[in-house]
């Protein structure tokens, strides 16, 4: 027999989880990585009473398919695209976006803003209106910002030549010195076995429009950098910040590109801040 109090307790915690108190937040990997990235901080924010959706965007992850099958950004970002449509419209999303993934969530913020209460830009790309999608990436390159060097990433060419498109799979060495430079040695093993062959569609958001502030820019949004980043150094995320404006910025000491993994805790206490404030 439960004591009342017992019970009140259990019911508390039913109305929770059947009501959604908590939010949903939707978690975008990078290039060459997926859903599996989040495994520490997924089971986090479950813990804390959130729905938690990691995607694997196409030819991602565990997605069956090759990134030579996949042509334009738009495809590449197809999972994420049906995942929102399916949101009902009643309903808004937290969208976490890491590194390439920051342009996968400012596409779904351009379509679906209603859907969506603020946005996480995670040592991520941050586009703006003024630009066509691709000028952030130009930037990085033109400033001389991150890798200095490909090192031993591995590049693929698609097989049609008139496409002139190419694909690449970041190498052990590369993901050792640029992306999991201060991650357990598990993790990075990890990312050695898991990575896969992607591709940022440079030239194809070349010839997208840009992003709207009525679309894109209406969002609320929030940046998340990391000391320790040598893929998108925070001198670039900070150029990004300033150039395109955000909400709030947060900062974690020690982290790398890979802050899920190097610092999960740190990034589950921030995300739980933008659950409280953004509603
Ligand atoms: C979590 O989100 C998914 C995808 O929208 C949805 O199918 C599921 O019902 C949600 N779960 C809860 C507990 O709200
Ligand atoms: C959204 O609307 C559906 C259908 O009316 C309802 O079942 C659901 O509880 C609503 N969700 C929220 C968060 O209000
Ligand atoms: C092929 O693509 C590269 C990179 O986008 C571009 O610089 C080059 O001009 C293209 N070449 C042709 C023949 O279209
Ligand atoms: C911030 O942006 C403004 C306007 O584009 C520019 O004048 C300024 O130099 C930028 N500051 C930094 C630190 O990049
Ligand atoms: C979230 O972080 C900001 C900046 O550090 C702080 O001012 C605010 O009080 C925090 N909010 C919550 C709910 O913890």
Known sequence: MLLPKQLVLILVGFSCLSVGLGDHFILVHGLGHGAWCWYKIIPLLKSAGHNVTAIDLAASGSDPRSILEIHTFAQYNEPLTNLMASIPNNETVILVGHSLGGMNIAFAMEQFKDKISVAVFLNALLPDT???????????????????SYLDTVFIPYPDPQE????????????????YNES?????????????AGNPFTADLAKQPKFTDGGFGSVARVYITCTEDR?????????????????????????????????????????????????
């Open 184 to 196: 357990p040695v598990e993790d990075y093993t990890l990312a050695t076995i898991l990575v896969r």
């Open 164 to 179: 002139n498109n190419t694909a690449f799979r970041f190498g052990p060495l590369f993901l050792k010195t640029y992306f």
């Open 231 to 279: 893929a998108e150094p925070p001198p670039f995320q900070f150029y990004m910040i300033n150039n395109t404006g955000v909400n709030q910025v947060f900062q974690i000491v020690g982290a790398d590109h890979m802050a899920m993994l190097s610092k999960p805790q740190q990034l589950y206490n921030y995300l739980l801040n933008v659950s409280a404030t953004f509603n």
């Open 130 to 148: 003024v630009h066509t999608p691709d000028y952030v990436m130009e930037q990085q390159i033109a400033l001389g910002y991150g890798p200095a």
